[in-house]
């Protein structure tokens, strides 16, 4: 994984280290079940999925440069929502952020650095982005970051305990994306 870095943000590769911060994140109630998955009951178990990230290399920490501080993730995962565009090179696009971090522009920002990467050094010709339809933040991320609805699909998280929930499915296309420069 390549380091990315905004005005306020560096996106990097995970470490050992940054499990006090992931857990202080990932503990919390409004953070994993809005993403998919139960709050982490410990700091071992933020280390666990440390070495997870580490392990697939597709997740970056987002830190805040003023605080030198990990405050959230987002990565591309392989996942294509729409099974008639497999032919594509395409990525989802996943993320969370510390609560206390909310309302500051700080995801919009990570996520249009991440498609641009993703469509200059990936060479991918479709990134998506899915949000529950009760996950009203995500909503207004993909808003602002010009994705487009596709469809909607009912699905069960196995990391909730097969609670049943209803993905909205975004996409932007290479083809369309308004900022890719030659």
Known sequence: ???????????????????????????????GPN???????SEDESK????????????????LQEENKVIGSIGFHDR????????????????????????????????QQLIAYGFHQLE??????????FNDRSKRVVEKCDFQYKFQKKEKMHLLNNKE????YYAILKADYKYLKD
């Open 1 to 31: 994984m390549e380091m990315i870095t905004t005005t306020r943000l560096l996106l990097r590769e995970w470490q050992m280290t940054d499990s006090k911060d992931l857990y202080a994140y990932a503990k919390n109630e409004l953070v």
């Open 124 to 133: 991918l010709d479709l990134i998506w982005c899915g949000h529950f339809d």
């Open 48 to 63: 666990e999925i440390i070495k997870m990230f580490i392990e697939n290399n597709d997740v970056y920490a987002i830190v």
């Open 165 to 168: 929930v209803t993905t909205l």
């Open 80 to 111: 294509a929502p729409d099974e008639s565009l497999a032919d594509l090179n395409q990525k989802e696009i996943g993320f969370v952020l510390h609560p206390d971090y909310w309302g500051r522009g700080i995801i919009p920002e990570a996520v």
């Open 35 to 41: 993403a998919g998955w139960s709050p982490h009951r």
